[in-house]
């Protein structure tokens, strides 16, 4: 399904799913060409661009961990930009999508501004809308970092490593997801000043900015959860030394007696090659001999 809203001289038309026959529609209405109406019928795993002379089609891979229940966590918007048309196409609910159609119609009931605007400006209204959900994604991620810190100096060191788990792996794919972000906004910027106002670029900078800014929010966000990592990582490691250290005692507090009660246990009766007299005191001998000859080679080795 799709709908189409009009703003001044604009067109907008938002797909979910399209059919083929919409597909069509679309493909027929924006003279699009062949090949762009049959990409968007199905997902594409990959950001994309492709310049046209009258329309620029590109494909656009958004975070969402909290409101999409693929196992990739990303949503997929294809957009293609005309002069005077925007289509946005997506393969399930995007509620920064659903956000900007509210504020677009609201702009197109009080709309006082006498200013021109664009296919261009709309698409830079919508993807800053965007990439301020964005901004919440990592705002949820700096909230779960904050609720981990806690439980880590409350004695909850072992539950916390599946969660610092958890929580870098939504980073590594946050990072991947919109890795390649950069490189197809430069492209957008150099190839839609051919098509758009010449103000166009100068106005994507600032849509650029609030990449780089989510990108530097993500960086902060990785260091911190390393450095968490690793409080936990030294928190556990000193529980198990000091664990081990009780073990330790206890065995020590346990060798005489064992020592003890194998003295006792020596059964020397039947020993013919050792004057029956003197087996016991020999056997001891030999032991505290061999007991000096290892502490002597540990001693030298420096093993304590």
Excluded at 203 to 223: G, P, Q, R
Excluded at 251 to 267: D, E, H, R
């Amino acid at each position: 399904m799709y709908k189409k809203r009009n703003y001044r001289t604009v067109t907008w038309v938002d797909s979910e799913n399209p059919t083929k026959e919409e597909a069509r529609q679309m493909m027929d209405q924006f003279n699009l060409e062949p090949q762009i109406a049959q990409d968007i019928l199905l997902p594409t795993y990959k950001d994309k661009m492709i310049v046209h002379k009258d329309y620029i089609y590109f494909v656009l891979h958004f975070p969402a961990f909290r409101h999409t229940h693929t196992k990739s966590y990303s949503q997929e918007i294809d957009f293609v930009l005309g002069r005077d048309f925007i289509i946005t196409n997506r393969y399930e609910t995007i509620d920064a999508l659903d956000k900007y159609s509210r504020i677009f119609e609201t702009n197109t009931i009080l709309d006082k501004n006498e200013t021109e605007i664009g296919s261009g400006e709309i698409f830079l209204s919508m993807i800053k809308t965007v990439y301020q959900t964005l901004s919440d994604e990592l705002d949820s991620i700096s909230t779960s970092l904050a609720e981990v810190e806690k439980k880590i100096f409350a004695g909850k060191e072992k539950e916390m490593v599946i969660e610092l788990s958890s929580v870098a792996r939504q980073l590594i794919n946050f990072n991947h997801i919109i890795a390649s972000h950069g490189d197809i906004l430069e492209q957008l910027k150099h190839n839609g000043t051919q098509i758009f106002s010449p103000n166009f670029a100068l106005e994507l900078d600032s849509i650029t900015n609030e990449y780089f800014k989510i990108s530097k929010i993500l960086e902060n966000l990785k260091a911190l959860m390393l450095e968490l990592k690793d409080t936990n990582d030294s928190l556990l490691s000193t529980k198990t030394n000091e664990t081990m250290k009780v073990l330790t005692v206890f065995t020590f507090l346990a060798l005489p007696f064992s020592v003890i009660t194998g003295f006792f246990q020596m059964n020397t009766a039947y020993n013919t090659d050792i004057n029956p007299n003197a087996q016991w005191l020999v056997i001891v001998a030999i032991e505290i001999t061999v007991t000096l000859i290892i502490f002597a080679i540990a001693k030298k080795k420096k093993w304590f």
